[in-house]
């Protein structure tokens, strides 16, 4: 279906992050990983990435979700140990989004950083 909407493997690659965002905000990580990686990995081995990219994107995104509202368990747990309300956390929080959105970026489109990062921890 993701296939169908655009021939463009940088529109679906968007549209797969999206997802996963979404996903993340709302999903723990232990399903999500499993299920989203083999939904996804025909889609993105059809369009010539690697799948420890996509392993690694998955990951990215995740882990963002695991820091943004509504759910955001991670907030949740920072909030309780400083005894700080939620609402006082997210807007610190916006410079950190940003890079962590320009990092997803940066691994789903140029898959020269993986590699270059596994053949420098030697594999």
Do not use: W
Request: overall charge neutral.
């Amino acid at each position: 279906m993701l296939v169908t909407i655009s021939e463009l493997p940088t529109i679906i690659l968007l549209i797969i992050n999206i997802i996963l965002l979404i996903i993340g905000t709302f999903m723990d990580m232990t399903p999500a990983v499993p299920i989203f990686i083999s939904t996804f990995l025909p889609v993105v081995t059809e369009l010539g990435m690697d799948p420890i990219q996509l392993r690694t994107v998955t990951g990215l995104n995740m882990c963002i979700g695991i820091c943004t509202p509504p759910v955001g368990s991670v907030l949740f747990v920072v909030s309780n140990a400083l005894g700080f309300p939620i609402n006082k956390i997210i807007k610190p929080m916006l410079p950190f989004y940003a890079v962590m959105v320009l990092v997803l970026a940066m691994v789903t489109y140029i898959p020269q950083i993986i590699a270059a990062l596994l053949n420098a921890l030697g594999y």
